[in-house]
Every structure is written in structure tokens, then in C-alpha cells.
């Protein structure tokens, strides 16, 4: 018996002598802490270093580089706090998910940055997000440290589960995207603003001093504001205290939550009065919007358990990332699929565990809990979120994960040496380090080598038009940025190659969805800048009216195609439906319908010889755009060929009233004198002509 007593194994409760742990103290707890949180901000921070040499990329212009309530700097504050997210970009008319987006505080982030710094400098809006994360990462350990109250020791006593869990949710490579992307950042803050306020009310049920639970009113309001994921933790602190802090007594559970749902009511009643009340579930019937929007609830619900799995294989093999997920990258699925199946029956084991575990308090059982609750909002289970799965959409429930493999991993490697299952007291530092290791290598050199793929949107669309081949969406994107770099290329060579390579990648997105309309109207695009016959062109700006009547684009490309084909009448209806469409586009609809009326004029006297008919609609040319100088040399031309020398000359002195160095009005004055036989005019507007020089 004493032989087999001497062989003891440790145990989650067997008393350690204080005099083998000296760190087991106060003070030296709170230095491995500090320490901890150093080492957390900076891991952040080497990791995502890369980002400072990125620029602008995919959402960013919809918050900032477009956004024209950003670019107000601080002015446009007010706007971005009361009106939709997207606004500032598409404008008041645009027709935006049901119920809106309400997330202004990021974006008023982004206005005062603007004010001080414009866009000159990316690299500050990239800093101040790793910034923002590292504070995130730092603050999600000290919340960690407070629910596991790990100690300081053993022979690495700075290794803890707190510390394990916060190192690999800062460095896990799925969260590039909220990080390397600037307007990632609602993402980032929500998460902060989330996390602070979970923080303060452990600190409330720690300290029951109410200070801290009335600052977590105001902080919660501020995290939704952020970004509406961020309410879910109106669900994660009562599991919180249920789980950590239940024998603190249901008055402070019952405090907390009430003080949640103030802040709850507070964001809504702010949102509603700006905004209309959110409405769930609204229906949409295109695909790009809603991916299930032709789909059977049996099937939308085998899809969903699809991207459970997707989001399990990312979590624990980071790779391949995309920003893109949209159809048909991934498909409908049925029950009858084994990649719908097999999600499912791995969740119902861990539903079945979890349960149990609810009742043993079991910290793994929390953390499940905690996955499914955060992601429940963006998961198409409760109602659709306009796309099947979004690697940004685990950015928040991914600390489940961290627990559950910093939980496992010490379990697991306390178990092979000691053959002991606790999770309290690292047991076998040395295996455990060399996992660790291993993990945060592999995740390092993926999130490094990830990071700079958010560069531009060229950068991250050619890279990930490759990763999500059967993407509709990322094949449109990367079509249309091989059009508008064409407008820049060096060379005749390199526009024809970029050209091409637009309308095939193009012609891959319609492949994908036939009736794609901006991908439509993006090819239509590329025929009308390559080809001269823009007979292509024209059906592809009528198949993107066909698929979205309410397109400002297909109609008003139509109405330049019309123009550019001499079909003015056509143009100017077009011109004319487009403009109902969009209201707020009138200066630019109206200067094309000038340009309509003069090429109009210019044909008719050109190529019909109808000089009156080119006078008449020069003249209404004229009327719409009364500053384009131009048009007044053509007139003038005209009335000159029908001997009218008195309007002629009229036209070009009201010309010379708006371009004084315009140098094709003193030669035409100089000729309609001369037809007149009025040689000390002549005179005169030759020797102007003279003195403006030589013509450039």
C-alpha cells in the first residue's frame, strides 16, 4: 500500500506546497500577466506587420475611399451616425437590405481619420487596426485569466490555458480578413466592445461594486453600434456567470442582465429613429442577395450544416482562405449529401457532450455554448445573411474555439505523461510547448503570407478568382478590375491583353449565373472599349436591363451606346430612364444629353448635309451645357457654311466670353469678316491670333 501510495498521481485538487511555488503570489501573478499581455499585443503585431504596405481593398471603398460621408472627415459625422452603413456610398435611394445596417461608430472612426490623415496614407487605417486587435487579443486574456484563474507556475509558469487560448485566437489565420482588410474593423470593435463588456461585469461579480456594471451599460451600447453581432453577448454573459459565477448569488446575475438589456433597448431605439425598425426575414429572389432564395427548407438547412463543417475545417486547418463564398463557391446542398451529413452527426456528439457538460459546469461545454450563440446571428439558420458562409463571420465565435483546443491541448498533454485529464496545471510543459510551437508556426507563416493578398483589389481578386473557382462574384469583380486597368495600361498591347482577359473571366462569372446583370453590363463594358462595332455591346447592356430593370447603369451605357452608334433619339430616351432611376445622377445625365444634341448637330451637318437641323440641335446642345466652348465653334462653322456671318460671329464672341484663348474662334471671325469684306476686323482678330502663338 505505501509502495503504491509513493506513486500517487497529481490531481486537479491534490495541495501544492507553497514553498515549491514562489510565483504563486500576488505580485508575481500580476507580473507573468503583464508580461503575457505584452507578449499577446506584440504577436499581434509581428503578425500583421505586412499590412502596412497594403492600400484599399473590396468593402473599403463603401466606408471610406467612396464613402461620401467619410470624406466630410468630421463634418460628416452626423450623417454616418444617422443613416444607413451603406449610404454614404450608394446614396439615399439605393435599396438596401431590409431593416438596414447600422454600424456608424467604426465608420466615424474612419471620418476622423480621414479628417486628419485623408487617403494618402493607408498604412495609419491599417495600424490603427492591429492596434485595435492587439487590444482585443490582450483584453480577451485578462478575461480568460478571470474565468480559469489560472496560477503562475511550474516549471513554465507563464504557461496557462488563458494564455494558450488568447495566443492562438490572436494569430489564427481566419482572421485576416477582419484584420487585413480596413473595413474589418466594425468586426474588431464589435469584438472589443463586447469582450470589455463581459470584462466589467466579472468584474461586478468579483467585486459587487455597481461602477462596473453601469460602465458595461454604455460600452455594450457602443459594441452594437459597432458592429449587430456584438448583442449576441446579451446571451453570452448570463452563460458566463451561470458557468464562473453562479455562487456570487442571482441578484448580480439578474443586475447584469438587466443592465444588457437597457443597452439592447437603447442601440434599437437610437437605430429605429434613424433607421426603419429591423425586419427579419425578408425575402429577396436574387441568388447574390440570398442564396437560398430559390431553395426549400430542408436543403437551406443541409447547406448550413455544409458550412459548419467548412468553418470546423478552417478552424483546424487553416487553408485554403478566400474572401469569397458566394455562388456557387458553395453549392446547395441535400440530406442526402455526405458533406451535409457528416457536419451534422459530429455536432449532434458534441450537442450531446454539451449538454451534459451544462450541468457539470464544464468549461469545454461553455465554449461550445459560447461558438454557437456568437455565431447563430450569421449562420442562415434563424434567417438568411445574403451569402452561405463569410470567413469574418467567426471572427467573434472562433474564441470558442481557442478555449476548447487550449483546454484539449493541456488535457491531452498532461494525459500522456501523467495520464492525469485536468486542465488547471500544465503537467507537461515541454510536449505541450512543442505543439504549441508547431501550431503557431503554421499559423504565422499563413497568416503572414495571407495578409498581403488584401494589398489592392486587384492583388486579392486575381488571387482569389483561383480559390473560389466556382464564384459568380469573385470572377465579376476581378472581370471588372481587368477592364479598369486596361483604361491605364502602357501600351495598345497590354490594354488588348487586359481586355481579353476581362472578358474571359467575365464570360466565367455568367457561366456560373446566366443572369449575373452587373456582370453583364461589366462585358458589355469591355466589348465597347475593344471593339469598334458596339452591336455586342449593346446586348450585353440589354441583357443586364433584362435581369435588373432597375439598373441606372445598363440604361445610361445604352444611351452612350445609342449615341455612339447615331441613334440619338434612342439615346435620349434612355438617358431620360435612366435619370428616373437615379434622381441624384441629373448633372451627369444632363451633360451626356448635351453631348447627345451636339454629336447629333455634328452628324447631321457632316454626314447628312442638313445644316439647319445641325444648327437647331447645336443650339439645344448649347442651352443644356452653355459652358462647353466647343459646341460653339461647330455652330459657329455652321452658320458660317449657310453665309449666316452675322450669327456666326454672334456664336463665336459668346465663346471667346467663356475661353478668351480659345484659338478656333479668332480664325473663324477672322473668316466671317473676311466673307463680310470688313477688313479692319480682319485685321484686328488676326493680330489676337497672332499673339496667342503658335497652335499646341
Same mark, same amino acid.
Request: a positive charge; charged letters at 15%; aromatic letters at 14%.
Given at each position: ?19 515549491? +511555488?514562489? =510565483? ?10 503583464? +508580461? ?16 502596412l504596405g497594403n492600400t484599399y481593398?473590396?468593402? #473599403? ?92 507556475e511550474g516549471e513554465y509558469p ?140 430542408? #436543403? ?14 478552417? =478552424? ?91 483546454? +484539449? =491541448? ?129 446586348e450585353c447592356y440589354s441583357k443586364?436591363?433584362?435581369? !435588373? ?7 445610361? !451605357? +445604352?444611351?452612350?451606346?445609342?449615341? #455612339? ?26 451633360? !451626356? ?77 477672322? !473668316? ?25
Amino acid at each position: 500500500m505505501g509502495k503504491k501510495s509513493a506513486q500517487k498521481r497529481p490531481t486537479e485538487t491534490e495541495p501544492i506546497k507553497a514553498a515549491t +511555488l514562489p =510565483l504563486n503570489q500576488a505580485a508575481g501573478s500580476k507580473n507573468w500577466l503583464k +508580461l503575457q499581455c505584452l507578449g499577446i499585443f506584440l504577436t499581434v503585431f509581428v503578425l500583421y506587420a505586412n499590412t502596412l504596405g497594403n492600400t484599399y481593398a473590396l468593402d #473599403d471603398m463603401i466606408v471610406l475611399t467612396k464613402n461620401t460621408f467619410t470624406q466630410q472627415g468630421i463634418a460628416g459625422i452626423d450623417e454616418i451616425m444617422t443613416t444607413d452603413a451603406f449610404e454614404g456610398f450608394f446614396g439615399k435611394n439605393f435599396a438596401f437590405v431590409v431593416g438596414g445596417r447600422y454600424r456608424p461608430l467604426s465608420i466615424a472612426t474612419f471620418a476622423i481619420e480621414y479628417e486628419l490623415f485623408g487617403l494618402e496614407h493607408p498604412w495609419i487605417y491599417h495600424f490603427n487596426n492591429i492596434v485595435l486587435y492587439g487590444l482585443t487579443c490582450v483584453l480577451i486574456l485578462l478575461t480568460l485569466q478571470k474565468l480559469f484563474k489560472a496560477k503562475f507556475e511550474g516549471e513554465y509558469p507563464w504557461l496557462t490555458v488563458p494564455f494558450i487560448a488568447a495566443l492562438l485566437y490572436a494569430a489564427h489565420p481566419i482572421h485576416t480578413e477582419a484584420v487585413a482588410n480596413i473595413k474589418g474593423r466594425d468586426e474588431i470593435m464589435g469584438m472589443l466592445g463586447a469582450i470589455g463588456t463581459l470584462y466589467l461585469c466579472i468584474r461586478y461579480f468579483e467585486t459587487s461594486k455597481l461602477v462596473y456594471v453601469l460602465l458595461a451599460l454604455p460600452v455594450f451600447v457602443l459594441a452594437i453600434l459597432s458592429k449587430e453581432n456584438a448583442i449576441t453577448f446579451l446571451a453570452i454573459v448570463p452563460l458566463v456567470y451561470y458557468f464562473f459565477y453562479s455562487d456570487k448569488g442571482l441578484v448580480k446575475g439578474l443586475v447584469s442582465g438587466l443592465v444588457l438589456v437597457v443597452s439592447a433597448g437603447l442601440y434599437f431605439a437610437i437605430r429605429t429613429h434613424y433607421l426603419s425598425a429591423p425586419e427579419i426575414g425578408g425575402k429577396t429572389y436574387e441568388i447574390l442577395n440570398d442564396p437560398f432564395a430559390f431553395s426549400n427548407q430542408a #436543403d437551406r438547412l443541409a447547406t448550413v450544416a455544409f458550412t459548419f463543417g467548412k468553418y470546423l475545417q478552417l =478552424l483546424l486547418f487553416p487553408h485554403p482562405l478566400t474572401h469569397d463564398y458566394y455562388p456557387w463557391q458553395v453549392p446547395i446542398y441535400k440530406w442526402s449529401n455526405w458533406q451535409a451529413l457528416l457536419p451534422t452527426i459530429f455536432y449532434l456528439g458534441v450537442g450531446a457532450y454539451t449538454i451534459f457538460g451544462i450541468f457539470k459546469k464544464d468549461p469545454i461545454a461553455f465554449a461550445v455554448l459560447y461558438f454557437f450563440i456568437t455565431i447563430s446571428i450569421v449562420s442562415n439558420i434563424l434567417f438568411s445573411v445574403g451569402i452561405a458562409m463569410n470567413e469574418r463571420f467567426v471572427f467573434m465565435p472562433s474564441l470558442g474555439f481557442a478555449i476548447i483546443a487550449a483546454i +484539449l =491541448l493541456v488535457k491531452v498533454t498532461n494525459y500522456a505523461k501523467t495520464k492525469n485529464w485536468g486542465y488547471a496545471k500544465v503537467l507537461n510543459s515541454k510536449t505541450l510547448l512543442i505543439v504549441l510551437g508547431v501550431i503557431m508556426l503554421g499559423y504565422s507563416v499563413k497568416t503572414i503570407s495571407r495578409n498581403p493578398v488584401w494589398k489592392n483589389d486587384m492583388t486579392l481578386f486575381s488571387t482569389d478568382v483561383k480559390l473560389s473557382p466556382n464564384s459568380a462574384k469573385v470572377a465579376n469583380a476581378y472581370g471588372g478590375e481587368l477592364a479598369t486597368a486596361a483604361d491605364t495600361a502602357a501600351t495598345p498591347a497590354q490594354q488588348k491583353e487586359y481586355l481579353n482577359d476581362a472578358e474571359k473571366t467575365l464570360k466565367r462569372a455568367l457561366e456560373i449565373y446566366p443572369q449575373y446583370s452587373n456582370a453583364w453590363l461589366l462585358l458589355g463594358n469591355v466589348y465597347y472599349k475593344r471593339d469598334t462595332d458596339f452591336t455586342k455591346a449593346m446586348e450585353c447592356y440589354s441583357k443586364a436591363k433584362e435581369f !435588373n430593370p432597375n439598373s441606372f447603369d445598363a440604361h445610361y !451605357n +445604352l444611351a452612350i451606346a445609342y449615341r #455612339d452608334m447615331n441613334k440619338y433619339k434612342d439615346a435620349l430616351l434612355y438617358l431620360d430612364l435612366a435619370l428616373q432611376l437615379k434622381p441624384e445622377k441629373a448633372e451627369s445625365v444632363r451633360q !451626356n444629353r448635351g453631348e447627345v444634341y451636339y454629336r447629333w448637330g455634328k452628324f447631321a451637318g457632316q454626314q447628312q448635309n442638313n445644316l439647319p437641323l445641325a444648327i437647331e440641335k447645336i443650339n439645344e446642345a448649347i442651352k443644356i451645357n452653355p459652358g462647353t466652348v466647343y459646341y460653339y465653334e461647330d455652330l459657329g462653322v455652321a452658320y458660317g457654311l449657310m453665309q449666316d456671318y452675322d450669327n456666326a460671329i454672334k456664336t463665336c464672341l459668346k465663346g471667346l466670353s467663356i475661353d478668351p484663348k480659345y484659338r478656333p474662334f479668332y480664325q473663324n471671325l477672322v !473668316n466671317s469678316y473676311t466673307a463680310l469684306g470688313q477688313a479692319d476686323k480682319v485685321q484686328e482678330y488676326q493680330t489676337k491670333l497672332n499673339q496667342l502663338g503658335a497652335a499646341k
